[in-house]
């Protein structure tokens, strides 16, 4: 299929002799003589690249790309400027708002036709990377769902069938242990669930207006620090390892993110901290308020990750399934990372493979 080029250009002059020139490049070309027509031609076409001219009389090149960058349908497409002087103000604004490259007027036909071959070049080359994501999360979701839910609810059933038939026998604290084992299952099978809800309400979330987030967002009343400690002591408590949790609070101020969600992202972090590390090695976690932020750092040393795997931390990922026997949809960090996102917060990872893994995290406090 060719590719389809819309050209953006107020001077008809120009205009049509951009068109000759592209079309004899083998593209198929729309065209519009102001920003209004180019921004309409765009949503409605859906072209593979856009070359818009930045000095426009009413919505310049600059007004463009912010409407266009607004709209799904549109946000993605590579964007050429064409300047007729080297105007270094709008050109680091214009690429600065997603711009891909621009061309400074008079330009050759040879340096039109490389900028634009670069760009489609570079547009195939993400949507291939795209596409390999997708086929990973595909496979992903094929072996990690089913297995995920079906083991504990197998674990379920099997343990209360036993009950049904030999409870009678049974001494009691077989009995416990049966009745343990179907806790422990359940509990399992309710946090995949409830992380699978959460990821996809986060998603909803995030597309609400400001409006709507400070309505539902009323002020918390806790302290991060409490919430924090108290997280990370169940956790030591349930692996057993207690003596390996080293925390440390200089004081949390309140921030504005909902309790439930700031346990959540405890939740998924000491999990990923005891879960990753072996028993005997030190879990660090630290609180503090500095600058109006409050800073919270957790580190182990255990697996660790590859500079790799910290770029590619997505919903439903496991890194080295097949080497390490472990539970989970890989829905953790990607749930921490969407509400720091959400709550305006910042998010960083350090980690060395076989070494350490910290993370930081930052919220503005109130």
Do not use: W
């Amino acid at each position: 299929m060719t590719n389809k080029i819309l050209i953006i250009e107020d001077e008809l002059a120009i205009l049509e002799n951009l068109i000759e020139i592209i079309t004899t490049f083998g593209y198929d070309v729309i065209a519009a003589d102001n920003g209004n027509e180019g921004i309409k031609l765009a949503i409605e076409n859906a072209p593979d690249l856009i070359i818009c001219d930045i000095l426009m009389p009413g919505i310049n090149g600059l007004d463009v790309l912010k409407k266009l960058q607004e709209n799904e349908i549109t946000a993605s497409i590579p964007f050429i400027f064409l300047t007729a002087k080297a105007d270094k103000p709008s050109i680091r604004y214009g690429m600065e708002l997603g711009a891909d490259d621009y061309l400074t007027k008079p330009f050759t036909p040879n340096q039109l036709q490389k900028a634009i071959e670069t760009r489609l070049r570079k547009k195939e080359q993400t949507f291939e990377a795209m596409n390999k994501k997708i086929d990973i999360l595909k496979s992903s979701l094929a072996t990690s769902l089913p297995h995920e839910f079906r083991t504990p609810l197998n674990g379920i059933l099997a343990s209360s069938e036993f009950l049904i038939k030999y409870y009678d026998n049974l001494p009691i604290e077989d009995i416990k242990q049966l009745h343990l084992n179907i806790h422990n299952s359940a509990s399992r099978l309710h946090r995949h669930i409830v992380n699978f809800l959460l990821y996809s309400e986060i998603n909803i979330l995030k597309n609400q207006t400001d409006l709507e987030k400070n309505e539902q967002n009323s002020p918390p009343m806790y302290l991060p620090s409490d919430i924090a400690y108290a997280v990370f002591y169940k956790y030591a408590v349930m692996n057993n390892r207690y003596e390996d949790l080293h925390f440390l609070s200089k004081g949390s101020n309140y921030i504005n993110v909902k309790q439930e969600h700031f346990y959540k992202i405890c939740e998924e972090l000491a999990d990923n901290a005891f879960k990753f590390s072996e028993k005997g090695t030190p879990i660090e976690v630290s609180l503090d308020s500095n600058n109006n932020k409050l800073i919270m750092k957790i580190k182990d040393f255990g697996r660790g990750m590859t500079y790799k795997q910290i770029k590619e931390i997505s919903a439903y990922t496991q890194f080295d399934r097949n080497l390490y026997e472990q539970q989970g949809l890989g829905l953790g960090l990607a749930i921490v990372i969407k509400l720091c996102n959400y709550y305006g917060g910042e998010f960083a990872i350090n980690s060395v493979p076989n070494s350490f893994t910290e993370i930081e995290i930052k919220f503005k406090t109130i």
